[in-house]
């Protein structure tokens, strides 16, 4: 069965920086793309950024320039680098990835981390 854990969430001050790991584990035979969203109070689920079997990403205007997606093929583990981090951007952050597995192309969503950015 395939599962996607993630890390890396907290509390961080403002101008901060964290990184958000997510580990697909399971037989996957390819990535189609992984990506990550968040979700804040009252909002509905964003996607941040999306890195494509090919390694192209894609970024979502609020986070261009201090967020960054990179992937390890080797682990099948998606990373985000989320820099100058600012009070909005607090929210739990999900990780979502379409693989191809035994049962053909499927999505998956991680548990989410939450991260906290405050002083």
């Known amino acids: 069965q395939v599962q996607l854990v993630e890390s890396g969430g907290g509390l961080v001050q403002p101008g901060g920086s964290l990184r958000l790991s997510c580990a697909a584990s399971?037989?996957?035979?390819?990535?189609?793309?992984m990506g990550w969203y968040r979700q804040a109070p009252g909002k509905e689920r964003e996607l941040l950024a999306l890195?494509?079997?090919?390694?192209?990403?894609n970024y979502a205007d609020s986070v261009k320039g201090r967020f960054t997606i990179s992937r390890d093929n080797a682990k099948n583990t998606v990373y985000l680098q989320m820099n100058s981090l600012k009070p909005e951007d607090t929210a739990v952050y999900y990780c979502?990835?379409?693989?191809?597995?035994?049962?053909?192309?499927?999505?998956?969503w991680g548990q989410g981390t939450q991260v906290t950015v405050s002083s």
């Open positions: 399971g037989i996957i035979f390819n990535i189609n793309h």
């Open positions: 979502n990835a379409d693989l191809g597995t035994f049962n053909g192309r499927r999505n998956y």
């Open positions: 890195i494509t079997g090919g390694g192209s990403t």
